[in-house]
């Protein structure tokens, strides 16, 4: 039997803004959402309180919070965090999942069975992410991913919950539906129309039943919701892509206003290559336009690269030489990304 730990940072980006800033320490924080087109990149728990959510436009954040502070994100100061987060995780054990910049999963199974308590471990996770990083995160363990990750969520912020086997039911029962990995708003809403609104209702509901709602994967629920989960945690999740965007405030048309910006992205994304040991072999340029219509052009080059020079001119000669948008299309968004990644 595996012992398995879901890791969720709290609030990430504006508790780091909070900690670096200690004025904004106890204010409604919003990372983003500056400018007339912002979107929230994340909410503090003060801001959470007025119904910001992360993805909202910062001219509703605004409206339901007009004492709120928005701060410009910091990507770089959060990835650099983030690896420091990521190292402490490594202390502990090499089996590493990580999922985004403040979420992984520890497979800590060998520690288990070397006589260490499985609560114990996720206190010390919480003491030396605490003391080392001036951070709080919400830790939940058990036996398999479905279930740490919904017992990291149950308790936040700051919440250490542990599922034992024989406390599956119990705590799954009671849970919403929605809350099971897997089902979205619109199979939600078709359990709702059927009289299923709690996972223990799901579990307990015919498969014949689910099968009309679900077809083949009616089997699949109802293992998730019985908190069967067979997923190993993979230790290595290999890079796809690298990518840096920038959103504008007003649209823009003249290709002389966007070259210095794809160039400065280009550099980011050539730093993040170097700082990662990476190269890559295509070159992605994107843009979207006022009427959020997106488009993407790539190139792939000869050998793999992590040269800043070679990634803008080739990123420049995507732009230049694009006849679709340079009929009438105008850039609310553009970005550059690199992609077929391998090891220098």
């Known amino acids: 039997m595996r012992s398995i730990i879901h890791i969720d940072m709290d609030a990430f980006y504006a508790s780091i803004e909070q900690r670096d800033h200690p004025a904004l320490r106890g204010r409604p924080v919003m990372v983003g959402g500056g400018g007339p087109r912002g979107v929230v990149a994340a909410a503090s728990y ?11 436009s910062g001219a509703m954040a605004r409206r339901r919070c007009p004492h709120g502070v928005f ?101 799954l029962d009671p849970l919403p539906v929605r809350r099971l990995w897997g089902i979205g708003p619109r199979s939600a809403e078709r359990l709702h129309d059927a009289g299923i609104h709690t996972i223990g209702q799901l579990r307990t509901t015919p498969v014949q039943l689910l099968s009309e709602l679900f077809g083949n994967q009616a089997a699949d629920l109802l293992k998730r919701a019985a908190g069967v989960d067979d997923r190993p945690v993979k230790a290595t999740r290999a890079r796809r892509s690298i990518s840096q965007e920038t959103t504008f405030d007003r649209d823009h048309k003249q290709i002389e206003t966007l070259l210095p ?12 290559l170097v700082d990662k040991g990476l190269m890559a072999r295509t070159v992605t340029l994107k843009i979207r336009s006022g009427g959020f219509s997106t488009l993407t052009r790539s190139i792939s080059l000869e050998s793999h690269t992590r040269d800043e020079e070679v990634i803008y001119t080739t990123a420049r000669e995507l732009l230049v030489n694009w006849a679709e948008w340079r009929s009438g299309f105008t850039v609310r968004l553009i970005g550059v990304g690199v992609s077929g990644l391998d090891q220098q």
């Open 46 to 56: 003060e801001a959470r309180q007025f119904g910001i959510r992360s993805a909202m």
């Open 261 to 272: 910006v794809i160039r400065e992205q280009a550099f980011k994304v050539a730093k993040r």
């Open 71 to 171: 701060v410009p994100a910091r990507f770089e100061r959060y990835r650099e965090v983030s690896s420091e987060i990521f190292a402490i995780f490594r202390q502990l054990t090499d089996q590493v999942e990580g999922l985004s910049l403040d979420e992984a999963f520890l497979d800590v199974s060998e520690q288990v069975r070397a006589g260490r308590e499985l609560d114990e471990i996720g206190r010390w996770l919480k003491r030396a992410i605490g003391q080392t990083m001036g951070l709080t995160a919400s830790v939940g363990m058990a036996h398999n991913k479905l279930l740490a990750k919904l017992a990291s969520d149950y308790d936040k912020p700051d919440g250490l919950v542990h599922v034992p086997v024989d406390q599956v039911r119990r705590f």
